[in-house]
């Protein structure tokens, strides 16, 4: 039996009932299931237009194997110096995992800026200035560092035949740099030790030059076994003393103040210094049985022939350190840097990485779908929260 409702009545049943009913909107969609599979249909084709539009990337992937940094033979040499000055020079030579510092180099703008060039990329992607078109690829370049401590390079391209190429190019552009920075670096290494030989050298031709001159004035051409032997451990001391200078300038290059070796090396070297002191002094503190007779004790002409004779020694002993260092940073020079292994190189991708047209479908019908229920759901909303019209009671309203 049909009840006759004014169209006041019905808006105040519909108030009572709450401004949202689940039954009333699955009931009012229910009646407007047309509209809605038309908006979904045609969301779904207006996203599908839209996936088909977007043209298809392909990426090409590249597997390669960072070669581990081997010790270098100044670093290997450096047992010969003594176990400070080789502490001070592990320091000094050491290096981290390197597997971070090649992702730096593959990101970095001068190997973009190679591969922009090589491949004229600004046409490409069709973009006005270099700084785009790095910033471009970029953006389609992916480096993951691998727990197999492996790099993988990803580059993503409308052509996968460039998308492979700009990938090798990648490890070639890596190998080049890996190859110019070790060679800079073992030559900065090489010019510093020239510098340090050349200087000694000309020290120690000057040492036996002194040396020669005492022995002419004094006439004294050696002195008793122990004040060669007091002579000689000054000569040794002071040899250490200035090695452990020379790792610590080099470690003061690249470490600050407050670096707990730089701190460590500072005190040896001023427990050397302090050592140096005592035994040049001599004197009263002279133990029983020591065999380093006080240099107060040496005869004058003895005195100035064996100080001659200690700077001989210790020029020449540091001399002789010097230039297996510097030998040994040539042959560092000379030796290639360590090669990038290519595990997988770049090859032509067979299958699309995107774009995904299907879910770009699936969602575009979704949302659309969506998008109809809402607006069923408002629109009825919106009718019912107009004024009420006066309805004759002629009129009646059927539910």
């Known amino acids: 039996m049909k009840r006759d409702y004014t169209r006041e009545e019905e808006f105040e049943e519909i108030g009572d009932r709450g401004a949202f009913d689940v039954r009333e909107v699955l009931s009012r969609l229910k009646e407007r299931w047309k509209f809605l599979l038309v908006m979904t249909i045609g969301g779904g084709v207006v996203a599908a237009l839209i996936a088909l539009a977007i043209p298809n990337m392909y990426t090409a992937n590249a597997l390669i194997l960072p070669p581990t940094k081997p010790q270098s033979l100044s670093a290997a040499m450096m047992g010969q110096l003594g176990g400070m000055a080789a502490g ?3 320091a ?4 981290k995992d390197p597997n971070e510092t090649y992702v730096g180099i593959l990101k970095s703008r001068t190997v973009n800026d190679d591969l922009v060039d090589q491949f004229g990329l600004e046409q490409v992607y069709g973009k006005k200035t270099k700084e785009d078109a790095r910033r471009k690829l970029s953006d389609r370049s992916l480096f993951a560092l691998g727990r197999d401590s492996m790099i993988k390079i990803s580059v993503e391209d ?6 492979a190429a700009l990938a090798n190019t990648f490890v070639a552009e890596l190998n080049k740099q890996n190859n110019l920075l070790a060679l800079t670096e073992s030559a900065q290494r090489r010019m510093f030790f020239e510098r340090e030989v050349q200087t ?16 002419q004035r ?3 051409v050696e002195v008793g076994s122990q004040s060669q032997l007091v002579m000689g451990s000054i000569a040794r001391l002071q040899a250490d003393i200035a090695m452990q200078e020379v790792s610590l300038t080099r470690l003061e290059m690249g470490a600050t103040d407050g670096n707990p070796e ?3 090396q500072r005190t040896e070297l001023s427990t050397l210094r302090a050592a ?35 700077e001989v ?18 042959i560092d020079e000379a030796k290639e840097a360590p090669m990038i292994q290519v595990v997988d190189p770049a090859v032509r991708p067979e299958k699309k990485s995107g774009p995904m047209r299907m879910q770009i479908t699936v969602l575009g019908a979704i949302l659309s779908a969506l998008g109809g229920c809402s607006f069923v759901h408002f629109a009825r909303g919106r009718a019912l929260s107009q004024p009420p019209r006066k309805i004759s009671a002629a009129q009646p309203v059927s539910v």
């Open 313 to 330: 020694k210790y020029h020449d002993m540091l001399f002789e350190v010097l230039s297996k260092q510097y030998e040994v940073a040539r």
């Open 262 to 264: 730089v701190a460590r």
């Open 200 to 215: 000694e050298k000309n020290a120690l031709t000057e040492a036996e030059r002194m040396l020669q001159e005492t022995q």
């Open 158 to 163: 409308r052509d996968p035949q460039r998308a």
């Open 218 to 220: 004094t006439g004294v």
């Open 92 to 95: 000094s030579f050491g290096l």
């Open 88 to 90: 001070a020079a592990a």
């Open 276 to 310: 140096l002191s005592q035994l040049e002094a001599g004197g009263s503190r002279q133990r029983s049985g020591d065999p380093l007779v006080p240099l107060a004790n040496v005869p004058r002409a003895g005195l100035q022939y064996l100080r001659a004779l200690r």
